[in-house]
């Protein structure tokens, strides 16, 4: 990463002396990590990288690293995943990969927030009616993780911008709303070769998939000719949306850092009924 072999090396030998130890672990305070990076003119998601390659945990990533291990939370902040719509999904799939850690967030919603937001989508609040929804997912992740680096558009996603817009990430979530915005984004996504994280919501229930290059996904999961779902009569309460976009997250993390992904299926979900199956497509 450093290209200054001095500077690397003098670095390394600061994160040593900076880290404490708590448990089998180095910790780097997130002071110290600010410090460094002004020091040696860095971005703090350089010094955090350069951190991790020497054997110490940034103290933010302290909780992530019995499960992702040191070289998966390398692999989330070297990786850029885009999300395509910030309402009730999109804002917490946005606000858990920030948490997670993953370096570069290309963010795209065309929308604004409406009253009728305010009940589910975790980034409205009433001082946001009429504020475009990207804009405002930008300032959250920056009040979250200040250290990332995000693209906020506020456009809609067709194919024709599609290569513009999310040509870089690694993974791209689905959090849209009608049935031809989702399947313009997997081709989208299958153009470039690029993974599809899918979830949609309907009152209680929900589903999630991941749809690969050459997976038939959401073309065997939505007839054609239908546009909106049971939503419109079930409507979308607050937990539902919080649930699926929590499985989205870990489904983007397994597709970077290694996994089963829930694949050639969907995992349909009714809390009212306590149902979570995994149903496979033909």
Do not use: W
């Not at 405002?136 to 290569?163: G, K, M, S, Y």
């Not at 909106?228 to 949306?241: D, H």
């Amino acid at each position: 990463m450093l290209y200054n072999f001095a500077m690397e090396r003098k670095l390394r030998e600061e994160l040593a002396a900076a880290a404490t130890t708590e448990g089998d672990i180095r910790v780097l305070p997130l002071q110290r990590t600010r410090e460094l990076a002004s020091r040696f003119r860095l971005t703090a998601l350089q010094v955090e990288v350069e951190a991790l390659e020497s054997g110490v945990v940034p103290a933010r990533y302290q909780g992530n690293i019995g499960t992702l291990g040191m070289e998966g939370q390398l692999l989330l902040l070297r990786s850029c995943v885009g999300v395509c719509g910030l309402g009730g999904l999109g804002g917490y799939v946005t606000e858990l990969l920030a948490r997670y850690g993953v370096g570069r967030l290309v963010l795209a919603d065309d929308d604004v927030f409406e009253e009728n937001n305010l009940n589910r989508q975790l980034f409205s609040r009433e001082c946001d009616l009429g504020r475009p929804k990207a804009l405002r997912a930008r300032e959250r992740v920056a009040e979250i993780n200040p250290d990332l680096e995000v693209v906020a558009h506020q456009r809609f996603v067709t194919a024709d911008n599609f290569p513009e817009i999310f040509g870089e990430a690694r993974v791209v979530v689905d959090a849209l709303d009608t049935v031809s915005s989702r399947l313009a984004l997997q081709e989208g996504c299958a153009r470039l070769g690029i993974p599809l994280v899918h979830g949609a919501i309907a009152g209680t229930a929900g589903q999630v998939m991941t749809v690969y290059p050459g997976d038939a996904g959401l073309l065997s999961l939505y007839p054609p000719g239908e546009d909106r779902g049971v939503e419109l009569v079930e409507g979308t309460p607050p937990a539902t949306p919080a649930l699926v976009a929590s499985l989205q997250a870990q489904e983007v993390v397994k597709v970077i850092c290694g996994g089963e992904t829930i694949r050639n299926g969907f995992l349909f979900l009714d809390t009212s009924c306590n149902l979570f199956q995994f149903i496979p497509l033909r």
